[in-house]
Every structure is written in structure tokens, then in C-alpha cells.
């Protein structure tokens, strides 16, 4: 059986995603960044799903579905909690951003 299956092809274009994700955040394309995202996290579901219905698990991809997972997820935290990149917070849109307005809203009243 060849190494690069189906399921190993959609695990190296997870991989190839991961820098174009980045990018599109450093240059504020958030959409194009989220799609990047989600086809991602789409490939994930499917190269497994194709790999055990197929029975074409290899040992590449053994190896490979779990490092492009990481360095995804990795990738994302740190590109997201960069000052002044990521989500628009309230210095830049004028208004208070949404993870503080979250908090507020939410945080429970205890009777004293």
C-alpha cells in the first residue's frame, strides 16, 4: 500500500493550511482566515473517517494527523493572543470588545 493515500493527501493539505492561516490573520484577512480554519478542521474529520473506512491507515499518517493538529491548534493560540492582532478589541472598533462584554454580562451577583 503507498504511504500518500487519500487520508495522508488531506493531512498534507491540513498542513499546508496551518501558514496560510497565520498569514491571513497577520494581514487581517479574518474571513479568508476562518475559512482556512474550518476547511482545517473539515480535513481533520475526513482524512480519519476515510482512513478506517478504507482501511488505509498507514504509519505516515500515524504520525502526521497528530503533529498537523497540534501545530494548527498551537498556531492558532498564539497568532490570536498577539497584541494588537486577532479578534478587533474596543481601541480599535470604538467599542468594548466582545470577550469583556462577555465577562460582564455574565459574572454572577452573589447576595452579601
Do not use: E
Not at 488505509?56 to 494548527?72: C, E, S, V, Y
Amino acid at each position: 500500500m503507498s504511504a500518500l493515500t487519500l487520508a495522508n493527501q488531506l493531512t498534507l493539505l491540513r498542513l499546508a493550511l496551518v501558514p496560510a492561516f497565520v498569514l491571513l490573520v497577520l494581514y487581517g484577512r479574518f474571513g479568508w482566515a476562518l475559512t482556512a480554519f474550518i476547511t482545517a478542521g473539515i480535513t481533520d474529520g475526513l482524512d480519519g473517517l476515510i482512513a478506517r473506512m478504507t482501511n488505509q491507515r498507514t504509519n505516515l499518517g500515524a504520525f502526521l494527523d497528530p503533529m498537523a493538529d497540534k501545530l494548527l491548534l498551537v498556531s492558532a493560540f498564539v497568532v490570536l493572543t498577539l497584541p494588537n492582532i486577532g479578534w478587533p478589541t474596543g481601541s480599535r472598533s470604538g467599542s468594548r470588545s466582545w470577550s469583556s462584554a462577555a465577562t460582564s454580562s455574565s459574572s454572577p451577583r452573589w447576595p452579601s
